[in-house]
């Protein structure tokens, strides 16, 4: 009895220890549980942070801060998508690169900010002209970049091209006052000029640097000839960093003639390059090189220098041209130096400043006379005297003209050749020509080639003329014979 008893407690016994390891054992599986649900938990949302924190640094990335427009990163993705479009569609699409010109000018002149005001505004213009099918993008500094997508044919990107330049042409308004940019474009289209991404990149740029040595807000389509013309313009642009070539440099001189007295007023000094490559060069085929390259002061230096030497040996020698004539770039008169160099040179070789004409082109004076306009003054009270060349391609309003501190107006050559060919030249010859005379401005016409156009010319009111009707450019040694010959004869 005793024996079932004592069996039986220790049964029970065993049950309670069974039961309560039991419970123990669910509690604690379930503390582990839970705590296993709260480190997943925990994992899962800092896996979510991450995600996050990754999608927003490759929206930041594909992002320019200051446009706002999307960067190289996704533009390269939406020029590998067209190019797969177009694959399959068999449409064409146009690479356009599009750079602000003398952007470096207007960050010094106003500040960075001031550049940054302007760059949103362009983005800003931009977007206003391109389709939503199109990208524009900012690929740095300057210089953007777009994709205009489902094209016909290359000739529907003129029309886009030309909106551009209508909208990017406008003033923009930055730090109180209105301020004018010009713009190159280059254009390359598929699959005509690249079938690959980076072949269509590099030969839009090729494009865009013809347009640049075209000249302002002027567009260029790529042509296969353009890898020759960027292989000249390395090697030039190489040669430019030898200090002898100065030993290359030639000038020639070519006069202005006054119909009436029948005397040389001025002579024109001209720069030319001897390239032992590409031959004779005149200054507009390397001008721009000049610019960009940071050489045109020196070489601007060197050509005052001995051009005014020339001229005062003409002066000794009894040959009496009244005056020199030289052109200056934008860059010379931007450097706060120039005017005093000018004025050391002038004493050193002992010239009268009065004698010196610097000739400034009409474009570059479009929207930038503010950042001139010191060295103009110190020139002027210096007794040097200031001309405008290419005048009359309308760039600047005759109206405006009293605003600009010169003393001599060129009428472009490209209305000279008109003067006969159309009442409407010959109508704003004699405006300009009038204007002058009323202003008490001296004006010279350039390219006057023929007996008509200086009889024309001389109907007109205009009798400072230069052209090959009396001389072609000379160098030095052959002014005696123009003034004993050439001139006074066709004058």
């Known amino acids: 009895m005793n024996v079932v008893i004592n069996t039986g407690i220790f049964l029970i016994g065993a049950l309670i220890i ?17 705590q296993l649900f709260l480190t997943e938990n925990m994992l899962a949302q800092e896996k979510n942070k991450e995600i996050e924190l990754e999608n927003t640094l490759k929206n930041t990335a594909g992002i320019d801060d200051v446009t706002g427009l999307p960067n190289r990163h996704i533009f390269i993705d939406r020029l590998n998508q067209a190019i797969n479009q177009s694959e399959r569609s068999e449409m064409i699409f146009a690479i356009i690169f599009l750079s602000l010109d003398g952007f470096k000018i207007i960050n010094e002149a106003l500040g960075l900010s001031a550049g940054d005001e302007i760059l949103k505004e362009a983005a800003s213009r931009m977007q206003t002209v391109i389709r939503k099918i199109d990208t524009a993008s900012r690929i740095g500094g300057n210089e953007f970049v777009l994709i205009l997508t489902q094209l016909t044919k290359p000739e529907s990107v003129i029309f886009m091209v030309q909106r551009f330049l209508t909208a990017l042409t ?50 260029q389509f790529y042509q296969k000839e353009m890898y020759h013309l960027s292989r000249r313009e390395l090697t030039l642009t190489t040669d430019l960093r030898n200090s002898a070539i100065y030993n290359d440099f030639i000038i020639y001189y070519q006069p202005s003639v006054n119909i009436e007295t029948k005397q040389i007023l001025t002579m024109e000094a001209m720069l030319h390059w001897q390239h032992p490559e590409f031959g004779l060069l005149k200054y507009d085929d390397f001008s ?29 020698a009894g040959l009496n041209p009244q005056s020199l004539m030289i052109k200056v770039s934008i860059k010379q008169l931007e450097n706060p130096h120039f005017t005093y160099n000018l004025s050391q040179i002038l004493k050193e070789i ?20 503010n950042l001139i306009e010191k060295s103009l003054q110190i020139l002027k009270k210096q007794g040097i005297q200031v001309g405008m060349s290419e005048f009359g391609t309308g760039k600047i309003a005759l109206q405006d003209l009293r605003h600009f501190s010169i003393d001599f107006l060129r009428i472009a050559s490209s209305l000279i050749k008109e003067v006969g060919q159309n009442e409407e030249t010959r109508a704003i010859v004699q405006m300009i020509v009038g204007l002058a005379n009323t202003l008490g401005l001296r004006v010279l016409a350039e390219g006057v080639d023929t007996e008509a156009q200086k009889q024309i010319l001389c109907e007109l009111g205009c009798f400072i003329m230069q052209g090959e009707l009396f001389s072609q450019p000379l160098l030095p040694e052959n002014f005696t014979e123009l003034v004993e010959q050439a001139v006074i004869q066709h004058a």
């Open 18 to 34: 069974i039961l309560l390891g039991s419970y123990l054992y669910s509690r604690q599986f379930s503390r582990m549980k839970r």
């Open 170 to 219: 406008q003033p923009f308004y930055v730090c109180n006052q209105d301020i004018f940019i010009t713009v190159s474009i280059g254009i390359a289209v598929y699959p005509a000029d690249g079938k690959e991404g980076d072949e269509l990149l590099k030969n839009a740029d090729n494009a865009l640097n013809q347009a640049k040595l075209t000249g302002p807000n002027s567009f």
């Open 288 to 316: 721009k090189l000049l610019e960009n390259s940071g050489h045109v002061i020196p070489i601007g230096d060197w050509l005052l220098r001995t051009a005014c030497q020339q001229f005062l040996i003409w002066k000794k």
């Open 350 to 369: 002992g010239l009268n400043p009065t004698a010196l004409i610097l000739e400034i082109s009409e474009l570059i004076l479009v929207g930038k006379l």
